[in-house]
Nanobody
Framework: QVQLVESGGGLVQAGGSLRLSCAASGSIFSINTMHWYRQGPGKQRELVAATTSGRSTNYADSVKGRFTISRDNAKNTVYLQMNSLKPEDTGVYYC???????????????WGQGTQVTVSS
């Protein structure tokens, strides 16, 4: 059994910062790419940022220069540092990871439960 648990969401004023964390636990053999997605009110879920096991990163155009994704492989944790937040960043942020569990030959996608981020104007 694998779990992803996000934390760090909250309410912040425009221009402020938040740091999200997502810790994976369970019978984990290996973690490949880790992602942050978000879903704003009335919108589809969208990819915000991704980082590979080799720590390569990519970002949605809307967050480039403001958000930074990082990971601690020893802790099976991914972070999202969000600076210069805007009201349009409001939404539920989800962690996603490609994980290979002990005893399995394949990677599977796992999702966290989501954490709410609200940016007031």
């Amino acid at each position: 059994q694998v779990q992803l648990v996000e934390s760090g969401g909250g309410l912040v004023q425009a221009g402020g910062s938040l740091r999200l964390s997502c810790a994976a636990s369970g019978s984990i053999f290996s973690i490949n790419t880790m992602h942050w997605y978000r879903q704003g009110p009335g919108k589809q879920r969208e990819l915000v940022a991704a980082t590979t096991s080799g720590r390569s990163t990519n970002y949605a155009d809307s967050v480039k220069g403001r958000f930074t994704i990082s990971r601690d492989n020893a802790k099976n944790t991914v972070y999202l540092q969000m600076n210069s937040l805007k009201p349009e960043d409001t939404g539920v942020y989800y962690c996603n990871a490609q994980i290979r569990v002990v005893g399995s030959p394949a990677f599977r996608n796992y999702w966290g439960q989501g954490t709410q981020v609200t940016v007031s104007s």
